[in-house]
C-alpha cells in the first residue's frame, strides 16, 4: 500500500546556477541552494548545476539529454533571463518538454529583455508556468503579451528567529548597514554622494555606513579610493548569511537602518531586504524595479527616487533625528519578516505548481 504521502511525491528537474556543496556568492546562488533543499525534503529531485556554465558547454547537452529523456514530471529552469531565453528555444525542439517547464525567473530584467528586443516574446509560449517575483512584473509580460500563464512567488529565506530589539534607537551613534555587491549599479556611489550632502554634512561625527558584500571585479579601486575620502564608512568583508545566519542576523540587528539605493537593472525581489526585516532593519530602498513592493514606504522602511543622493541624505538624516518613527518600523519589519520564511513561501506559492 502506497502512503498518501508517496502518492504526492514528484520526479523533478532543477536546472539552475547552484553552486552546490559550497557556500553561495550571488543572490540566485542562495535562492537555488534554498530550492533544491526543500525539493529534496518532499520530492524526487535531480539537478543540474550551470555555474559556469559558458566554459563548460556540455551542461547544455546534459540538460537536454536529462530534459528529454528523464521523463521527469515537472522541469524546474530557476536561473537569469539571458541563460533561460537560450535554453528554451532549444528546448522548444522537443515535444511535450516546455508544457511540463516551470521557469522561476530570478530578477526582474525579463521584460526589459523583451522591449528592448534582446529576447523574443515566442520563445516564452507553451511553458508549465513562468514565475516571478513581484505582481508588477507580472502585470509587466502580460502586457507584452507572454503567451504562459504568469504566476508570483516573492523571494524568501529561512526565518528561524527574529533578532534585535528597539533598544538599539537610544544610542547616540548612528550606524548604517548596506548589503549587497559592492558594485555602482547597486548604488554604491549615490551613498557615497549624499555623504557630502549639506544634510549629512552637518551631522558629521553623529553616524557611520558599514558595507558589506564582495566588491565587484574592476569596481575595487574606485571604492578603496571613496572609503579614504569618508572616515565614517567602512569595508567589513563578506558575510555568508546563508550558512552563517544567526551570526549574521545578531551584527546586522545592531544597526538602524540599510541603505538599498540600487539602480541594477536585473533587480528583482533582493533577498537583502529579508535579510534586513528578520533582524529589525527598516530599509532605505530606490524606487526601482519591484522595490515599492517589498518595501512598505513608511511602514518598513523609506523609498527614495533612484540615483538621488539628495533624497537619500533626507532618509537617513530622519533615521538620526527621529528615532521614535524608525523604532516603529523597526517592529513593522519583524511583523513583516514571517511571511517571507521559505517554507511557507514554497509551500504556498510554489508546490501547487507542481
Not at 557615497?192 to 557611520?208: N, Q, S, W
Not at 545592531?254 to 541603505?259: D, P, T
Request: aromatic content about 10%.
Amino acid at each position: 500500500m502506497i502512503a498518501a504521502a508517496d502518492m504526492t511525491t514528484k520526479r523533478l528537474l532543477l536546472i539552475g546556477d547552484i553552486r552546490e556543496g559550497r557556500a553561495p556568492e550571488t543572490g540566485e546562488q542562495v535562492k537555488n541552494q534554498l530550492l533544491s533543499s526543500f525539493l529534496r525534503g518532499h520530492h524526487r529531485l535531480k539537478t543540474i548545476d550551470t555555474e559556469h556554465w559558458k566554459r563548460r558547454p556540455w551542461v547544455i547537452l546534459h540538460i537536454l539529454a536529462a530534459a528529454w529523456l528523464g521523463r521527469y514530471d515537472t522541469v524546474i529552469l530557476s536561473a537569469s533571463s539571458g541563460s533561460v531565453h537560450t535554453l528554451l528555444r532549444a528546448l522548444s525542439f522537443f515535444p511535450g518538454v516546455l508544457a511540463r517547464t516551470l521557469y522561476l525567473v530570478v530578477g526582474g530584467y525579463l521584460p526589459a529583455g523583451i522591449r528592448e528586443g534582446r529576447f523574443r516574446v515566442g520563445t516564452y509560449t507553451g511553458l508549465k508556468a513562468i514565475i516571478v517575483q513581484g505582481e508588477g512584473l507580472r502585470r509587466e509580460l502580460a502586457a507584452l503579451g507572454v503567451g504562459s500563464p504568469v504566476y508570483v512567488m516573492p523571494n524568501s529565506k529561512p526565518v528561524k528567529a527574529l533578532y534585535g530589539d528597539s533598544s538599539r534607537y537610544a544610542t547616540s551613534s548612528t550606524r548604517f548597514l548596506f548589503l549587497a555587491r559592492i558594485s555602482e549599479p547597486k548604488g554604491v556611489e549615490t551613498v557615497f554622494e549624499a555623504l557630502e550632502h549639506p544634510l549629512l554634512r552637518e551631522r558629521a561625527g553623529m553616524f557611520t555606513v558599514d558595507f558589506y558584500g564582495r566588491v565587484e571585479t574592476g569596481y575595487q579601486a574606485t571604492f578603496l579610493s571613496a572609503l579614504q575620502r569618508h572616515p565614517s564608512c567602512h569595508y567589513q568583508g563578506y558575510w555568508d548569511v546563508t550558512h552563517d545566519a544567526e551570526g549574521a542576523y545578531q551584527q546586522f540587528s545592531e544597526y538602524h537602518a540599510m541603505l538599498f539605493p540600487t539602480h541594477w537593472k536585473g533587480e528583482g525581489f533582493p533577498g537583502v531586504v529579508i535579510d534586513a526585516y528578520v533582524a529589525g532593519l527598516p530599509v532605505i530602498a530606490s524606487d526601482w524595479n519591484i522595490n515599492r513592493e517589498v518595501v512598505s514606504d513608511g511602514v518598513t522602511g523609506r523609498i527614495i527616487p533612484p540615483k538621488d543622493p539628495a533624497a537619500l541624505a533626507a532618509a537617513m538624516s530622519s533615521v538620526i533625528d527621529d528615532r521614535a518613527s524608525w523604532t516603529l518600523m523597526s517592529a513593522a519589519c519583524h511583523a513583516a519578516a514571517r511571511a517571507y520564511d521559505t517554507p511557507v513561501v514554497l509551500a504556498r506559492h510554489f508546490s501547487p505548481l507542481l
